[in-house]
């Protein structure tokens, strides 16, 4: 079955700290992993998109690393800010007949306190 | 330039009633996909069209259809609400497939 697990549900971290995201997957055909911000009530907005030949992409103060072989990937914010307290999603997409289809997980719940 | 919009930004309904939620692609996109995002999880893929024609379809009962005019924008239409359907519908766009997509703020549903 394909799935996408995320790990913690949730985290409580202090303003100016790092924290790392966990997503483990079992997707297949892998096609690309993407993780994504979603803000209270409102929609997901792309981070990063990574490949299968992908180790690792950078946008701003989130990196974004993927293990293929394992089938696990990473979020990592650094020098956390207030504006960072969110959900965080992170997205596998299957190839199937011609369009890729998205398994999502269920998301990390990122508070960030001053 | 406009991102995705998507209307109405909030809806109660009704238990049995009939839904039809709007969206209207980035300018260019020609692809556009819903999904359904219940309180505390991650979205769930409903459809997906490209082009005017359904090219994939989510584990989702008859009761949820859905239609891309020639303008690339779609409506996504319910019937027979359930208490269940309670939900924010976020629709996204993208130039083709689902690589580069892009959501719009979504719609929340109440069915009472």
């Known amino acids: 079955k394909n799935q996408v697990e995320q790990s913690p549900q949730s985290l409580i971290i202090l303003e100016g700290k790092n924290c790392t995201l966990q997503c483990n997957y079992t997707v297949s055909p892998f096609s690309n992993l993407r993780w994504y911000k979603q803000d209270t009530g409102r929609g997901p907005v792309s981070l990063t998109i990574m490949t299968f030949s992908e180790n690792t992409k950078s946008n701003g103060r989130y990196t974004a690393t993927l293990d293929a072989d394992t089938k696990q990937s990473s979020l990592h914010i650094t020098a956390s800010q207030l504006s960072d307290s969110a959900s965080y999603i992170c997205?596998?997409?299957?190839?199937?007949?011609?369009?890729?289809?998205?398994?999502f997980g269920a998301g990390t719940r990122l508070a960030v306190h001053p | 330039d406009a991102g995705v919009t998507q209307s109405p930004t909030h809806l109660i309904k009704t238990r049995g009633q009939q839904v039809t939620l709007r969206c209207s692609p980035i300018s260019g996109h020609k692809s556009v996909s819903w999904y359904q995002q219940v309180l505390g999880q991650g979205p769930q893929f409903i459809f997906q069209y490209y082009e005017k024609e359904e090219r994939g379809r989510g584990n989702f009962p008859d009761r949820f259809s859905a239609r891309q005019f020639p303008n690339y924008s779609s409506e996504l239409n319910v019937n027979a609400l359930l208490l269940g359907d309670s939900a924010l519908y976020l629709c996204?766009?993208?130039?083709?497939?689902?690589?580069?997509?892009?959501f719009g703020p979504g719609t929340r549903l109440t069915v009472t």
């Open positions: 996204a766009s993208s130039l083709v497939g689902v690589y580069e997509q892009y």
């Open positions: 997205v596998v997409a299957l190839e199937t007949g011609g369009y890729n289809k998205l398994i």
